[in-house]
């Protein structure tokens, strides 16, 4: 009964940032490493980012790293992705799952949020 909310996507030019959030509900929450996939049109769903139980140990994908941050807060059963620098190549319906490794832990999916980056 993993129930996942995706929100805070948006048009932006390239250069600009958004913050993404991700709401996931109940209490396992604070048990798996959390993380960020997307998914462009014609391309498979593929994996951003991730943040470990602690909070501490983060990992990203080299498209993105030294742009993009993930975080998470525990009071709030949400994780964030802040992306910075965005470019076009960014451009996707962005997901939240859990993770292990860079797969996918919950069958299913959130609705996403749509990123979209114009030139």
């Known amino acids: 009964q993993v129930q996942l909310v995706e929100s805070g996507g948006g048009l932006v030019h390239t250069g600009g940032s958004l913050r993404l959030s991700c709401v996931a509900s109940?209490?396992?929450?604070?048990?798996?490493?959390m993380g960020w996939f997307r998914q462009a049109p014609g391309k498979e769903r593929e994996f951003v980012a991730g943040i470990r139980r602690s909070g501490v140990i983060t990992t990203y994908a080299e498209s993105v790293k030294g742009r993009f941050t993930i975080s998470r807060d525990y009071a709030k059963n949400t994780v964030y992705l802040q992306m910075n620098s965005l470019k076009p190549e960014d451009t996707a319906v962005y997901y939240c799952?859990?993770?292990?490794?860079?797969?996918?832990?919950?069958?299913?999916w959130g609705q996403g949020t749509q990123v979209t980056v114009s030139s």
């Open positions: 109940g209490r396992t929450f604070s048990m798996y490493t």
């Open positions: 799952n859990a993770v292990d490794g860079s797969s996918a832990v919950f069958g299913s």
